[in-house]
């Protein structure tokens, strides 16, 4: 009797060996994810192996007040981030009362460009639970007002985490990230600093993750107005950020 094959499904694409990871932070809503820089790093994807993926989600969600829609455009494959708020998906909070309690325009700077301490442990919690490896260096290289440093430094396992911060350099030289080899500069201090602890100590042995909270002056819903209006050439701002995405998206490739 001739019986119909059972379609098997399809085997989950293969995790890629590099020791490098990065995450990319911008507005959810705003343009950065179209840019040639994001186009880059997509492309590293194919039928077997998966690299990068889109991690959307609200700050709502981790306790903060407001919501602020925001993307994680990263290497963690298999990091699962709670789900964006929205009208037919509401935080409890929004579901509740029908509105936020605050705005996020109405927060001050250092408030309004900080990333909820829990949202930043749930990403570094996917890393090191990820990782083969048993040396971990953070690179915060937009340091910005420093949230994302001060909580990997308070995470549970800070005490496996080296983080090196572009904060550093700032009391003694201009460090721009629009520089070529701003990433490997910042890599390369970080593990000098391990190889002190531990003089032995190879960088293949050591998983690497960069956080990349790039400028989102001229991607996000505020300032894309001005800088990318359409019909009207970008500013000279915006193409400043696009060079540097895409300097920063060309190393990354050539390490995945």
């Known amino acids: ?11 989950e694409p293969a995790r890629r060996e590099s020791n490098l990871d990065f995450v990319f932070e911008n507005p959810l809503d ?16 194919s039928t077997d192996k998966r690299y990068t993926k889109h991690c959307p989600t609200s700050y709502c969600r981790y306790d903060f007040l407001y919501q602020k829609r925001t993307n994680f455009f990263t290497t963690l494959t298999k990091l699962d981030l709670r789900p964006a708020c929205s009208r037919s998906n509401p935080c409890a909070a929004f579901a509740h ?25 749930e990403i570094v919690d996917n890393w090191l639970e990820n990782s083969r490896l048993k040396y971990f260096l953070f690179v915060d290289a937009f340091a ?21 911060s572009n904060d550093l350099f700032r009391n003694s030289i201009d460090f721009d990230c629009s520089m070529k080899d701003c990433l490997e500069v910042l890599k390369t201090l970080g593990f000098a ?41 970008i500013s000279a701002l915006a193409k400043k950020h696009d060079a540097m995405n895409l300097e920063l998206a060309k190393y990354l490739y050539l390490e995945l």
């Open 1 to 11: 009797m001739w019986r119909k094959k059972q379609r098997r499904s399809a085997p």
């Open 193 to 233: 600093q391990m190889q002190a602890d531990t003089p032995t100590l190879r960088l293949e042995e050591v998983a690497v993750l960069f956080w990349l909270s790039v400028p989102c002056t001229t991607y996000g819903p505020q300032g894309r107005g001005y800088h990318r209006s359409n019909g009207k050439k």
């Open 97 to 121: 009362a029908g509105r936020h309690e605050e705005e996020c325009a109405n927060q001050r700077a250092a408030r309004q460009n900080s990333v909820p301490q829990k949202l930043v442990e």
């Open 30 to 45: 705003g343009l950065l994810w179209q840019s040639d820089a994001i186009a880059l790093l997509e492309s590293r994807n």
């Open 144 to 164: 910005g007002y420093g949230s994302v440093t001060r909580a990997v430094n308070q995470h549970a396992d800070a005490g496996r985490i080296h983080v090196v």
